[in-house]
């Protein structure tokens, strides 16, 4: 299973873009890359997903360079509501299979 | 629609006691998780199964058992409760690794 690490914490303010990098140096030619966000007091909700290039959504968008050792998770023009924890994930269609593991997730803490 | 729902959302434990977390979803989903969160920290995964009658353990199984008797209900079995077992409890669903993974709003468990 693909080892992950991403920063601890970051800050923001409101309005600002925010990236988060996450590195997965060893990620197999089958693995997705995908985001979680989590809230105090919930469960983790997934955000997006993808495999190469560049993936969009209403929430985010995902960078993943050619050689996919990283894969960055961009937040355009945060909010308050959008201090949480973000969890990046290689998810394994191949070794592992079935497991599904976070790590420790980066704060985001988004101020006025 | 009600997805993943745990049962209870809050139970106290005495130490040596024994209980039954529940899990069940309503997505006929194949993957099931069972992960445990500690203050601060984030999400380990303490069982999964990939299917009825199929479970394995994952990061932290020690002092936990599971069952996967049908394909809605995965039960997170405490046989003898211990202070270390004190930590927010969540259970999650997948239709396939590749997708989305549906989380329950936690069980919150302390053992005295």
């Known amino acids: 299973l693909a080892k992950t690490t991403q920063p601890i914490s970051m800050d923001s303010y409101e309005g600002q873009e925010v990236n988060i990098t996450c590195s997965h140096n060893?990620?197999?030619?089958?693995?997705?890359i995908t985001w979680y966000q989590q809230f105090p007091s919930q469960g983790p909700r997934f955000i997006i997903q993808?495999?190469?290039t560049k993936v969009t959504n209403e929430v985010a968008s995902l960078f993943i360079p050619a050689d996919r050792k990283s894969s960055t998770l961009s937040l355009p023009r945060v909010s308050l509501s959008d201090t949480a924890v973000y969890y990046c994930l290689v998810v394994s269609l191949t070794d592992s299979w079935g497991k599904l593991q976070f790590g420790a997730g980066t704060q985001v803490v988004v101020t006025p | 629609n009600a997805g993943v729902t745990q049962t209870p959302k809050f139970r106290i434990l005495k130490i040596g006691q024994s209980m039954t977390l529940q899990c069940t979803q309503d997505m006929n989903h194949n993957y099931m998780y069972w992960y445990r969160q500690d203050p601060g920290m984030g999400l380990k995964l303490i069982y999964y199964?990939?299917?009825?009658?199929?479970?394995d353990k994952g990061e932290v199984p020690n002092g936990y058992n599971v069952s996967r008797s049908t394909t809605e209900d995965f039960p997170l079995r405490l046989e003898l409760a211990a202070p270390s077992q004190t930590s927010v409890y969540f259970c999650a669903s997948t239709g396939d690794m590749n997708t989305e993974a549906f989380f329950g709003q936690g069980t919150r468990l302390t053992v005295v």
């Open positions: 060893n990620i197999a030619t089958n693995d997705y």
């Open positions: 993808g495999y190469k």
């Open positions: 199964s990939v299917g009825a009658g199929i479970t």
